[in-house]
């Protein structure tokens, strides 16, 4: 079946850039999504991506899609304290409901 | 605009007692979501309503109940809670407008089963 995994744990520097990795199993999916988890709250969209995109940039945050090896990342540049949470990606296929969701990333920004 | 609203944030039950998690939306979204959240295992869909009047279930709908009772409102009932029910639960909508499909999710609710 489907299936979405990440890394659990990523730690970086204050101002350094960090990489959170996803690879998935769905060649048929065709949003892919970035969202953000702080404690105690739900999950907010931070970016996604069409299958049929190679690399989307948003401010501070890159995201590249290698559909040959259905691998996906989230590039932060210039990492703050702020964004030390969980982040999790997810997957869609068109016409269908389903989502599929990795089992998130926590990223601690050390000062 | 509250979004998306749940009801209670805390809940501790007893081994065999009942519940029900309350989920609202005010964004006049058509499809709403049930998860839980377990560590280690990411989110897991327990139960999906495409539209008022409509349920289907998700990934782990055993030993839960859902309804949908109009656009706005989709509740999820616990009938004899278990401690493998012990978990994090998160209410999500969706607007089939959207071209991103984005999902909007609750703040979670955080229930204990002892």
């Known amino acids: 079946g489907e299936d979405v995994e990440q890394s659990l744990f990523l730690s970086v520097r204050e101002g350094d850039s960090s990489v959170i990795n996803c690879t998935y199993t769905d060649s048929s999916s065709t949003y892919l999504y970035w969202y953000k988890q702080e404690p105690g709250a739900g999950l907010q969209l931070l970016t996604y991506?069409?299958?049929?995109?190679d690399m989307k940039q948003d401010q501070r945050l890159t995201v590249l899609l290698n559909k040959k090896d259905k691998h996906l990342s989230l590039r932060i540049a210039d990492t703050q304290t702020g964004d030390s949470a969980i982040y999790f990606c997810?997957?869609?296929?068109?016409?269908?409901?389903?989502?599929?969701f990795g089992t998130g990333t926590r990223l601690k920004v050390l000062a | 605009n509250a979004g998306v609203t749940q009801t209670p944030k805390f809940q501790v039950l007893k081994t065999g007692q009942s519940m029900t998690l309350q989920c609202a939306q005010d964004m006049n979204h058509n499809s709403m979501y049930w998860y839980r959240q377990d560590p280690g295992m990411g989110l897991r869909l327990i139960y999906y309503s495409a539209s008022e009047g409509t349920t289907d279930k998700g990934e782990v709908p055993n030993g839960y109940n859902v309804s949908r009772l109009n656009k706005r409102e989709f509740s999820l009932r616990l009938e004899s809670a278990a401690p493998s029910q012990t978990s994090v639960y998160f209410c999500?909508?969706?607007?089939?407008?959207?071209?991103?499909?984005?999902?909007?999710f609750g703040p979670g609710t955080r229930l204990t089963v002892t």
């Open positions: 997810a997957e869609k296929t068109s016409g269908t409901y389903k989502y599929i």
């Open positions: 999500a909508s969706r607007s089939p407008g959207d071209h991103s499909y984005e999902q909007y």
């Open positions: 991506i069409f299958s049929n995109m």
